[in-house]
């Protein structure tokens, strides 16, 4: 192990830290801890052992979920908020290439759904057991397998072509722009 590969431990501070410390081994890494905010990095097979603790504590909700092309794969960011005392706790859970997935957290958090599937459209992230896979941002002609926010992706190249225009029904007093 070279001192590149040590990581300083984060002393778990506060209410924060309360809360990261609560979800055990399943915490891999914590790279903040302060008094009203926290960021850790969770092992990708216990999101859903993870969400439905978060879920249990008081005054918890998800406030939302991100994701990010890392370069071993997606990594997503569920953001956790705490009223009171107004703290975020954010986990950070890996879906590594080039399988890109996880198990879906909307089972045990309803909120996750739509966040879950817009993922897995955009960033092409699989959620297994998601009760709810369609298309939620892309239209159904886009090609599967062609993630826009991927960064592979060339907005030129990449672009499939636009769908045939549809006649809109005439509206009255709209000449199309003609004047």
């Given at each position: ?7 300083p431990e984060t002393p778990l501070l506060g209410f924060v830290g309360e809360v990261i410390e609560s979800l055990g081994d399943a915490v891999e890494a914590v790279e903040q801890c302060e008094a009203r905010r926290g ?141």
């Amino acid at each position: 192990m070279t001192d590149w590969d040590r990581q300083p431990e984060t002393p778990l501070l506060g209410f924060v830290g309360e809360v990261i410390e609560s979800l055990g081994d399943a915490v891999e890494a914590v790279e903040q801890c302060e008094a009203r905010r926290g960021i850790a990095r969770i092992r990708p097979d216990r999101t859903v052992e993870v969400a439905a603790k978060m879920l249990a504590l008081a005054g918890s909700r998800l406030a939302t979920a991100t994701g990010i092309e890392v370069r071993d794969g997606v990594e997503v960011l569920y953001h956790w908020a705490f009223e009171p005392p107004g703290a975020v706790v954010t986990l950070k859970a890996l879906a590594v290439r080039p399988e890109v997935v996880l198990e879906s957290v909307a089972n045990v958090v309803p909120a996750a759904n739509w966040i879950e599937r817009e993922m897995h459209d955009l960033l092409g992230v699989g959620f297994r057991n998601h009760p709810d896979m369609r298309r939620l941002v892309l239209d159904d002609s886009w090609p599967e397998g062609v993630h826009p926010l991927r960064k592979e992706f060339d907005q030129v190249l990449d672009r499939p072509p636009l769908p045939p225009n549809q006649t809109s029904p005439d509206v009255p007093g709209d000449r199309g722009g003609a004047e």
